[in-house]
């Protein structure tokens, strides 16, 4: 009897310990679980996270880089209340053209404000002047727009070249411009011809008189338009002229012969 009280009872201890043996291997299995599935999210929250940061970065260098591209570059000494204190309004729309991608702004100043733009050849409505800048008037836009002057002609880029620089319709020679009289250095320089016998040619828009047949002459008088003035050579692309006492040189572009 007693022996067989024993066997009951070794019975039973075994059966105890195969269930602690059980339950301790679902418990490890579960614990296993878990921190394999912790590990998986935490690697898969860095990974996006660094992905987002980097996609980040590189989308806001890519904006920052195209906001601050410009189509030119240029420079000018004069303010912009000194830039507004030369502005003179057109009587009438002058029609020029864009030399290259152009900006247009609301101030004439490299700080105003840019609302649109030209692309190179585009045709501009020149509505007035200040010193470096045009004023422009813009379609779908209430209010006029400058442009750089440098980047604007009478004609494109592949025609002709031009003088792009307009004065007010009233403005005569400047008082201090030194009269030329010998020009033959000149002449001989850039071959210009002389004529036979002077005659009349009349400015169809304000046009600058230069020191030479060449857009980088020293301006030496301005003309306004529809003046008189007597041409006593030429270039393929200038007159020389007589003007007031002064000679000097005007784009042909710019007159018209009677």
Avoid: H
């Avoid at 209340?81 to 003179?88: C, H, I, K, Y």
Wanted: contains cysteine; proline residues 1%.
């Amino acid at each position: 009897m007693m022996n067989k009280s024993r066997k009951w009872l070794l019975a039973l201890l075994m059966c105890c310990s195969m269930s602690l043996v059980v339950t301790g291997c679902d418990q490890l299995k579960k614990d296993t679980t878990e921190t394999e599935s912790e590990t998986e999210s935490e690697t898969e929250s860095e990974t996006e996270t660094e992905t987002e940061t980097e996609t980040e970065t590189e989308t806001e260098t890519e904006t920052e880089t195209e906001t601050a591209t410009e189509p030119q570059t240029f420079t000018t000494d004069t303010t912009l209340e000194e830039e507004t204190a030369t502005l003179v309004e057109y009587d009438t729309i002058r029609v020029m053209y864009a030399l290259d991608d152009l900006n247009v702004r609301s101030q004439p100043s490299t700080d105003g404000e840019i609302f649109t733009s030209y692309a190179s050849g585009d045709q501009i409505s020149v509505v007035g002047a200040t010193a470096n800048w045009y004023m422009v008037s813009v379609d779908g836009y209430e209010s006029n727009g400058y442009v750089y002057k440098e980047f604007v002609g009478a004609s494109t880029a592949s025609e002709s070249e031009t003088d792009a620089s307009t004065t007010d319709a009233d403005t005569t020679t400047s008082d201090s411009a030194a009269a030329t009289t010998d020009t033959s250095a000149v002449d001989l320089e850039y071959g210009v011809e002389t004529y036979a016998e002077e005659f009349t040619i009349r400015a169809t828009a304000g046009a600058n008189m230069r020191s030479e047949p060449s857009q980088d002459g020293e301006i030496i008088g301005t003309i306004a338009s529809d003046t008189e003035v007597t041409a006593i050579g030429y270039t393929d692309r200038w007159y020389k002229i007589s003007y007031n006492g002064t000679v000097g040189y005007v784009n042909k572009n710019l007159f018209s012969a009677d």
